[in-house]
């Protein structure tokens, strides 16, 4: 899931990472809805039609079901969005780097 008012890039599944270091201390942070703890940081490789683009730091939040991107920080990282009411792509230069669909 891509959103545009995320703070970082978040999991909750353990799984995801290939690398991966917990926090000595925990950190709670507030979300929409409740309060959660981040509880370490790692990297997640995708894998996207036949490429695989390593992504770092993603942040861990156990209590999440699904993966969280950040807009802002693909925008911070150099990267660019288009978008239209049938998906929104970030591209590296005028390569589509990724593209999610509502």
Known sequence: ?????????FTGDIN???????FTSPV??????TTSRIEGAGT???RVENEFIRIYPILYIPELHSRLFS??????AGLHSRGSAKE???YEGENKFLSFHP
């Open 28 to 33: 709670s942070v507030q979300t929409a809805t």
């Open 1 to 9: 899931m891509l959103d545009s008012g995320a703070s970082d890039h």
């Open 71 to 76: 807009l802002g920080q693909f925008h911070q």
């Open 88 to 90: 929104l792509s970030v």
């Open 16 to 22: 995801n990472f290939v690398e991966y270091e917990a």
């Open 44 to 46: 997640v490789i995708l």
